[in-house]
């Protein structure tokens, strides 16, 4: 199993859609999460944490399932300036970051 | 907002050349690191830095590559020769002591070689 495993997508949804990503991640000891959003040929930028159960920022919610070992993004009425990769990320205990391989997102007009 | 910087923003060299790709990290950040990505793939870790040394290596980072904080403010990533593979996005990225685990990415370098 891959450490962090995401659907590439890509999600097309049309604008003030509500769209959700998943990933899963392999590592039962792992305690923190984060979200991380990439534009074409761009740096990732850190879009949310995830320390707990849940984290929710405005539009963005992301959730978290120790159980099962995933953690879903949540984002609501999306906008054209949504479309992007969003990258899930886990980090291991000396800060180096797992990320996956993203979920492309193309918002429509 | 303080940010991460790079240069250049692109790069290409001829097989087997040395190349330096240079980061200046945010100010009060003492974790520094190298990630790569080639191109359509994801973001791969290279090495982490801290306290003037390397504190963990992937098994990219093999002899061809070296780091450096040569005074107060400039992280570089040295390829001694480069190959064919070596093409790819290098992003320096930064974090603080205090929340160690949140790095800031910089705009990256794209390297290419022929």
């Known amino acids: 199993r891959k450490e962090v495993e995401q659907d590439p997508g890509p999600f097309n949804v049309p604008e003030g859609a509500t769209v959700a990503f998943n990933c899963t991640y392999s590592?039962?000891?792992?305690?923190?999460f984060f979200w991380y959003r990439q534009d074409c040929r761009k740096e990732p930028k850190l879009l949310m944490s995830v320390y707990s159960s849940g984290n929710e920022d405005g539009r963005f919610t992301a959730q978290l399932n120790r159980a099962s070992q995933y953690i879903s993004l949540l984002i609501r009425d999306s906008k054209l300036s949504d479309s992007a990769t969003y990258l899930c990320?886990?980090?291991?205990?000396?800060?180096?970051?797992?990320f996956g391989t993203g979920t492309l997102l193309a918002v429509q007009p | 907002e303080p940010e991460v910087t790079q240069t250049p923003s692109h790069q290409v060299t001829q097989m087997g050349q040395e190349v330096i790709l240079r980061c200046v990290p945010i100010?009060?950040?003492?974790?520094f690191y190298w990630y790569r990505q080639i191109l359509g793939q994801k973001v791969e870790f290279l090495v982490s830095?801290?306290?003037?040394?390397?504190?963990?290596k992937s098994e990219i980072f093999d002899d061809q590559f070296s780091v450096e904080r040569p005074d107060g403010s400039n992280f570089t990533l040295k390829i001694r020769s480069t190959k064919l593979e070596d093409s790819a996005m290098y992003f320096c990225?930064?974090?603080?002591?205090?929340?160690?685990?949140?790095?800031?990415f910089g705009p990256g370098t794209r390297l290419l070689v022929l």
């Open positions: 100010s009060n950040h003492l974790y």
């Open positions: 990225a930064s974090s603080d002591p205090r929340g160690q685990e949140t790095q800031y």
């Open positions: 830095f801290y306290n003037n040394e390397i504190s963990e």
């Open positions: 990320v886990v980090p291991r205990p000396t800060n180096k970051l797992i």
């Open positions: 590592n039962s000891a792992s305690q923190s």
